[in-house]
DNA sequence: CCAAAAGTGTTTGTGGTACACCCATGT
DNA sequence: ACATGGGTGTACCACAAACACTTTTGG
């Protein structure tokens, strides 16, 4: 067994080859869809091989003097056209073997994920015709391509942790809401978890909806009020946890 | 303005040239030393250029084969020997011009950065004569290399989160500790974040501190049980937030 | 006996839970 | 009128904050 100063020198004699990469970003892109209360996440088919046909996450590799962020807004803009959004970074995925073009390029294939959240109903999803794009419910999502299941798993569990805690909802949710709308949008995404008048009696308090004082009827009932989301009343409350549940 | 379909024929005839990458991984290494009440972060001196002679992260390239957690656990092994330790993924920085040599060398270097908490009292540094490396407070941590100032202040919010809401603390302190030993940990971490007597009955009620019978004297005043966590015991609090403030 | 550190209560206020109830509208 | 969904109120319980008090040791 060497000692600590031998392997040190064997080292710098003949240092451990380096790999080298290509970068590629995947995106989790999530909506809501509020008429159906199912929560959507954006596929795509793949074009080419590896895994040609089949479902994947949209993505991209990453272009000269292009930051990691770039590409994921890249992406997300040749799938669809949105006005408003939610990203972030969510996991580097870097092992080898992940991608089958490893054995043959001689490069690692490393994907730096993203997660977003988009408004569903002023999402337009870009079909040129020959590729394959679609929402798919998250509860119904196939096997798909490369590691992304455990990327869209990852980004699922990210997007649950970030909603209790972070105004990403308002994001995504129209100018003017209902409480009621607000609700479904939260029980969709993280199941049942509160009773509504509690919900409700809960933000109100916190101070940062404000009232329009417009109404909206919606068949039978009890016409109800559309309230608005003020950023500033919010701040105190930034990095508090648990806002909203 | 080209249409859509003429600037995706632009693409296939003339498609942007992806970059080439090397692939890094930095780890913010935090420690605390519970006899000062200090937060520690272990920092290397470079002993190349860039930087030569600056402070940094430990880092080091990923080789081929590598996965990057082996990385982020290597250079770990190579700067401290150490036996109870928790690591994981932080953030990944991949921006164009993050690293001069960039310029030179024709890759961009994408740096993918881990976060770990070690146990101070026997984390052994290794040091070989020539590198520099020492425990910095992380209060007084000088100008670093490339970016590494905001990588450690990213491992830095993202410890205190972890401390709130996850048994990361356990990994790190002894198999056996008082009441006030916890205390003190969260406290250097965290700030004051609660009054003790308020902790205690708090963290008691829980139930995964088993009281071991054993009493220990520090100097003057009344002897303090040794308790021990019962990581069974713990399970039901998983994915609970907030269990320790 | 006194100081120091550990450990126990006690009081007060706040906030969540569950549920019952009132209100406004369409049919 | 009544069903339907929106909105309000309340009784109960748990728990956090603050702080006083008791217990056990060393000197």
Known sequence: MPTRSQRK???????????????GVDNAIFSVDTAQNRLLVLLVMRQQQPFL??????GTLVRQGESLEDAAYRILAEKIRVKNL?????????????????????????????????????AELIADGVSGIAWYPVKQVPQLAFDHNEILAYGHRRLKNKLEY??????????VFTLNDLYQFYTTVLGEFSDYSNFRARL??????????????R???RP?????FNATAFAPFKDKPLVFI
């Open 9 to 23: 020198i064997a080292d710098v004699v003949k240092p451990q080859p380096l790999a080298d990469f290509k970068v």
């Open 53 to 58: 046909g089949q479902w994947c996450l949209p």
């Open 86 to 122: 939610y990203l972030e970074q969510l996991y580097t995925f870097g092992g080898p073997y992940r991608d089958p073009r490893e054995e043959t390029d001689k490069v690692r294939y490393l994907s730096v994920s993203y997660f977003a959240l988009v408004r569903y109903e002023d």
């Open 166 to 175: 972070s105004p990403v909802a308002f994001d995504v949710l129209p100018e």
């Open 204 to 217: 109100l308090k916190l101070g940062f909806l404000c009232d329009t004082g417009l109404k909206v009827s």
């Open 219 to 221: 068949g039978a009932g």
């Open 224 to 228: 109800a009020s559309l309230y608005r």
